[in-house]
């Protein structure tokens, strides 16, 4: 889930919520033996003046919090941000997420804010996914995707959660925290807890049977970006299910390989299933290797494919590669004429328009030439 934007509003907000039914919760609530590094003063000022309506936001159910709330808690946030240190606060943010008093949209609110502001430890999250309700932790694994930086100890918790929950839906979500723990790992070079992660995630996957254990082990081994999964990967893709197909696509999109490239694309133009394209479209553009042949591609389903699901995916993806791509940027050019239809004309030009900068700097000679050829035969 590229959530950085969409979450900075509620993310600052979280932060701040937290924070103050933790001051309130503590003053009137010491914990008998609590040591003063980890329950250290919250400082006084916004903090300390906001607690009691933080207190009452945080004890609103799902059904009781509204939009409004979330709205007055971002408000609140800034309050608490242009002018505190928020380091004492945090502290308390984190030992009272284990046990708040509802799982509800505030609480998702706040968890989000904290996750966003990376203000939580591998230990920390260790410690939510061990002692807060069930439904908190649920929140907390899908919030998996802010992470950057992993443990050993975080990762057997999350591991045991896979393996043995009486929920198929948490085992589900486990596994694909799982696997977003392998990329974070992966991403910080921390080779044997890497191998550790996708050892257990290949194994597991060659032994399933059932799509829904497939289709969870897939979307783990796709989170994680697992190079020794690529064989299973592509058997997924040949798959007689168009959920497995789907998943097993998916699941090229961190792999940098001309493989990975070759599977993406010919699913993109050859599977007969749209969702299965539209996910072949989509993840083309989360790397940048071979970026030619993604982009050859992608040009075909903008231009040519039937479906209304894929087109938008595969003009947003040029999108993406056209940042880096003078090539890519010609053909959203190009897809802004009159021989496309309306809805890929009406994506290319809003992406255009935000690339505007870069259009400019680009020789006007390289963008009529580069791709405006490049459609190809059409696509299903």
């Known amino acids: 889930m590229n959530p950085k934007s969409r979450t900075r509003f509620a993310g600052f907000a979280a932060v701040i919520a937290l924070t103050t039914w933790a001051v309130v919760h503590y003053a009137r609530n010491p914990e008998p033996g609590s040591s003063s590094a980890f329950h250290s003063p919250v400082p006084k000022g916004p903090c300390e003046g906001l607690a009691n309506e933080f207190a009452a936001l945080l004890r609103k159910t799902e059904e009781r919090a509204s939009e409004e709330d979330e709205t007055k808690i971002s408000q609140m946030v800034h309050a608490l941000v242009d002018g505190n240190d928020q380091i004492g606060c945090k502290t308390r943010i984190l030992s009272d997420a284990e046990k ?44 998996f995707p802010y992470l950057t930086d992993v443990d050993d100890g975080l990762a057997k918790t999350v591991q045991r959660m896979a393996l043995s929950d009486s929920s198929s839906d948490r085992r589900r979500y486990a596994w694909a925290g799982l696997g977003t723990l392998a990329g974070v790992a992966r991403e910080k070079k921390d080779l044997p807890l890497v191998q550790q992660m996708d050892n257990l995630i290949l194994n597991h996957l060659t032994s399933a049977t059932s799509e829904e254990d497939r289709v969870a082990l897939l979307e783990a081994a796709g989170n994680g970006g697992c190079e020794g999964c690529a064989k299973t990967l592509q058997h997924a893709t040949e798959d ?141």
Not at 303 to 309: E, F, M, T
Request: aromatic residues 6%; proline residues 5%.
């Open 100 to 143: 708040p008093p509802s799982c509800g949209r505030v609480y998702r609110a706040m968890m989000t804010s904290v996750f966003a502001s990376k203000a939580a430890s591998p230990r920390n999250i260790d410690r939510l996914l061990t002692f807060a309700p069930v439904d908190c932790q649920n929140i907390v694994l899908f919030l």
């Open 240 to 380: 007689d299910s168009p959920a497995v197909r789907r998943v097993g696509v998916g699941a090229f999109r961190f792999l940098a390989s001309k493989l990975s490239v070759d599977i993406m694309c010919n699913a993109l133009e050859q599977d007969a299933d749209a969702s299965v394209r539209e996910q072949a479209a989509w993840s083309l553009r989360f790397q940048s290797t071979f970026a030619d042949n993604r982009i050859d591609c992608l040009i075909r389903a903008a231009a040519n494919d039937a479906s209304k699901i894929v087109r938008p995916a595969a003009v947003r993806s040029l999108g993406t590669l056209g940042k880096t791509f003078v090539r890519a940027r010609s053909a959203l050019v190009h897809l802004t004429g009159p021989q496309v239809s309306d809805d890929t004309r009406e994506i290319a030009r809003e992406i255009v328009v935000d690339l505007r900068d870069l259009l400019r700097n680009d020789d006007p000679a390289v963008l009529h030439s580069a791709s405006r050829a490049d459609a190809g035969k059409p696509t299903r």
